[in-house]
Nanobody, 122 residues
Framework: QVRLVESGGGSVQPGGSLTLTCEASGDPHTKNFMAWFRQAPGKEREGVAAWFWGDTYYLDSVKGRFTISQDNNKNMVYLQMNNLSPQDTAMYYC?????????????????WGQGTQVTVSS
């Protein structure tokens, strides 16, 4: 069983930055096939960034602003978010595909964290 715990959310002004962290327990390889999703009120959950054994995938609207990475020594994945805008406001979730190359497809991810809130406002 894989357990995912997110942290690092908060409130920032437009143009600010945040780094989200997801710590995985269980399968030590989990960090190699994880993704970040987000869900704003009234909207569907969408994939933001994914990592699959070094290959990365990004939602078009975050390319150049968000970076997904992992810690080689820990079972952790990060999402560095720069130049945030109010449109980035959402609950952010990390997810694991349990080995499948899921990209940004929600259906490919089996395990989910509880989420961390990101709010961007002036």
């Amino acid at each position: 069983q894989v357990r995912l715990v997110e942290s690092g959310g908060g409130s920032v002004q437009p143009g600010g930055s945040l780094t989200l962290t997801c710590e995985a327990s269980g399968d030590p390889h989990t960090k190699n096939f994880m993704a970040w999703f987000r869900q704003a009120p009234g909207k569907e959950r969408e994939g933001v960034a994914a990592w699959f054994w070094g290959d990365t995938y990004y939602l078009d609207s975050v390319k150049g602003r968000f970076t997904i990475s992992q810690d080689n020594n820990k079972n952790m994945v990060y999402l560095q978010m720069n130049n945030l805008s109010p449109q980035d406001t959402a609950m952010y979730y990390c997810a694991s595909s349990a080995g499948e190359r899921g990209g940004l497809r929600r259906q490919a991810y089996r395990y989910w964290g509880q989420g961390t809130q990101v709010t961007v406002s002036s």
